[in-house]
């Protein structure tokens, strides 16, 4: 059975940082790459980060600088690192693995950016 769980979201202030995993099973991780989306309340789902099998990343703009991807394949897991969060940040995060024709999500994390 595949799963992919987020953890980590929560409440921050404006200019926190904030660290999500998505721990996976089910299927071959390293095989796949791997992306955070988000989406925001009256908002389409938007890519933040991909990290593809090889390690290769890649970032939406506004998140260059700011937000970190990375992957580790022995415990099957992918990390996003928030930093300088801003209150257009808030959304529902979602873990992404993709192989080709092939997509999992997991059931997201809320993160919260209000003083």
């Known amino acids: 059975q595949v799963q992919l769980v987020e953890s980590g979201g929560g409440l921050v202030q404006p200019g926190g940082s904030l660290r999500l995993s998505c721990a996976a099973s089910g299927f071959s991780f390293r095989s796949f790459a791997m992306s955070w989306y988000r989406q925001a309340p009256g908002k389409d789902r938007e890519l933040v980060a991909t990290?593809?099998?090889?390690?290769?990343?890649n970032y939406a703009d506004s998140m260059k600088g700011r937000f970190t991807i990375t992957r580790d394949n022995a415990r099957n897991t992918v990390y996003l690192q928030m930093n300088s969060l801003k209150s257009e940040d808030t959304a529902v995060y979602y873990c992404n693995a993709r192989q080709s024709y092939t997509a999992y999500w997991g059931q997201g994390t809320q993160v919260t950016v209000s003083s």
């Open positions: 990290i593809g099998a090889g390690g290769s990343t």
